[in-house]
């Protein structure tokens, strides 16, 4: 059944070996080219009526683009039709209905970034009709709201928000209005339905249109209030419950990202599910009865961690609605079942797809028998599997190159802090046996939740030698709020902290060699570097610094709002102004840095590298030495290529700091293009084997 091209399956013979084998440390067995490419494969959609299967790919090599392959389900062997959107790119594509695909578009049309949140590229929404073969469109970004299962040919759609990319969340964006119209698919136009405004900027519709709840700050009060409806309704209706943002303690239902109405009984308009913490440490699913404004049953609660997310009926093309799973995170993204039938097919698939690890069914046919089944986890980088007349294949995979055994296992543990705090943790341990070189890896945000199924990062560096940690740090979202508002003004300590006690933990297990250590993130995850490299005593033989906010307390200045509440405001100066800032503590790096940076990165701006290389060159330290490295499109280096552009060195181990500009760059994954990734990938295992400790990591 598979149908990837016969030149993809040649060269991942070519370049990728079929057994596994031990690297030698900072020396990955899989080639730095097959990490560096871009997905293969993005989406895999399945129409309601069973007859076809759309999907977006490329062959993730320098230059190439996604374009959309639609087959039909009586002969998999070849497309039906391929489709692009040139100039522009396709970034996503799902099907409404049996005759229509939906999704968005960008192209890159600007060169610099002129202020927070600026992106370079430009976008637009489109739909593609089946029968007539013709695209429509709109221009701008918008999200698919709801099907509207009165209106055939049109859906609910809203203005996009901010790109978190998962490296980070845009904490006033709940707060910013958007609009929301009903798309026609047939010719590209759009209806204002509802514009947001201060006093209701978002809504959820429930699943036949109608708008049903609500969350703003009140102007002029700074607290938090939810408005409810009735279809039907002509006004809102508000909760007496309100939270005060000027208080630290009610930031978490705001920055935490999943508080609120998250779903509806389809049996029962009258009644809804909300996920909240509701005085309690661990937020859970209850009902919501729209009638008297009170919340009913507690539906679900998990002792460990939050009720984040529900998951409802796979046929909802058959009309089916019904919540079947509340989510919460895990040593995986973990389920409590309502649906037993759900249950069961997911079962049954978790016992047919090799090494199944986060399943989900992300579209069936309207009759039931047909579907797309994705699977994500350690040893698969993400594949597709189609279920059709009884049998099942795979048919996609967004790394056909790596195989499961070149691919390592990733543990879930709970470590004690420094004051007792329990912090959960996931390890990637390389293959081999230890004590490993390791890299501590944090996560962005602060605020994210983050589960480690495939991470692209961890498993490189496991497979160049090295185990990964990657710590929920105090701050991190979906271990409790307790967990959240113990990080109120620990950036740079606690937190930081966090960080280390991890090291500590895994060289008392005997697992890691205390001489041995690193720290490489990304946008916070890279501040965080940076203030390892000025610790003492020092843990870490060197420090990679991503998309780094060196500058918080620069970056507040710009980017503050006079309208945020204190608390939100205050939590905002904490980051740096009350927190650590790594760029006024210059004097205290001790060991070698790498800081790496898109030019083009519109959440953490380029200015933070070069202010800090600035800072770096004015500091004039015995021993530091500063160099450039500019890798652009075609011009990264290649494997085992110094980053120096000028073939400047240092002394291994002595403290000093190099920069790599990635042209063209912006802040989120999706954006790092196959040369951005060969850069990065090459610059880091160089940093580590050359340059970091006395005899490198």
Sequence with gaps: MGIRKISLLAAACMLAPLTASVAATGVPTVPIDVWAMRDNVT?????????????????????????????KTTDLSKPWRRLNADPMELISARFIGDDYLFGNAWQVVDKTVDGPEDDVRRYKTWSYNLKTNKFSGSDGSFNLVRLLPNEKDKVLIATDTPNDGGFGVDPFAAFTPRSYYKYDLSDGTKELVLRGNPEHPT?????????????????????????????????????????????????????????????????????????????????????????????????YSNPNADVVDVQTSSMYWAGETNLTAAVYPGAKWERHWFDPEEKKLYDLFAKFIPNAHDLNITSRSRDGKSMVVSN????????????????????ASRNPLLKPEQLSDVEFIKYPARDGRMIPAYVTKPKGKGPFPLIVLPHGGPHVTEVVSYDEWGQFL?????????????????????????????????????????????????LVDPNRVAMFGWSYGGYAALVASQRSPQLYQCAIAGAAVADPEKSY?????????????????????????????????????????????????YWHLKDYREGM?????????????????????????????????????????????????????????????????????????????????
């Design 43 to 71: 989406s895999v959609d399945i129409s309601p009526d069973g007859q076809h299967v759309a999907m977006l790919k490329t062959d993730g090599r320098a230059g190439s683009e996604y374009v959309l392959e639609i087959y």
């Design 203 to 299: 809504v959820v519709f429930d699943n036949e249109g109608n708008p049903r709840f609500s969350s703003s700050v009140k102007p002029g009060s700074k607290k938090l209030t939810y408005y409810y409806r009735m279809p039907g309704d002509n006004g809102w209706k508000e909760l007496p419950q309100q939270y005060d943002l000027d208080k630290q303690e009610n930031l978490y239902r705001v920055l935490g990202g999943f508080h609120g109405l998250v779903g509806f009984d389809p049996a029962n308009p009258s009644i809804g599910y909300w996920i909240d913490n509701r005085g309690e440490d661990k937020a859970a699913l209850w009902e919501f009865d729209f009638k008297t404004g009170q919340f009913g049953r507690k539906l």
């Design 376 to 395: 994500r986890g350690p040893r698969d980088p993400g594949s597709y599997w189609l279920f059709l007349d009884g049998k099942m294949g795979k048919i």
């Design 462 to 510: 496991a497979n160049a030698g090295y185990m990964v940690v990657q710590p929920q740090y105090r701050m991190s979202v979906g271990w409790g709020e307790d967990h959240f508002n113990s990080a109120y003004g620990q950036h740079g300590l606690k937190m930081q902290d966090d960080k280390d006690d991890a090291v500590t933990h895994l060289v008392k297990q005997g």
């Design 557 to 605: 200045v710009k980017q503050r709002s006079p309208y945020a509440p204190k608390a939100l405001d205050e939590w905002a100066k904490r980051r740096g102004m009350i927190g650590i800032n790594p760029i006024k503590d210059l004097e205290k790096t001790n060991i070698p840095v790498l800081m790496v940076h898109g030019d083009v990165d519109r959440r953490v701006e």
């Design 617 to 697: 060159q004015k500091a004039g330290l015995t021993g530091r030495v500063t160099v450039d490295g500019i890798a652009a499109p075609g011009e990264g280096p290649a494997a085992g290529e110094p980053l120096s552009a000028n073939g400047a060195s240092a002394a291994p181990g002595r403290p000093f700091a190099k920069f790599l500009t990635l042209k063209g760059a912006d802040h989120f994954y999706n954006t790092l293009m196959y040369d951005h990734q060969k850069a990065l990938y090459t610059g880091m295992l160089d940093f580590l084997r050359n340059d970091c400790g006395p005899g490198g990591l």
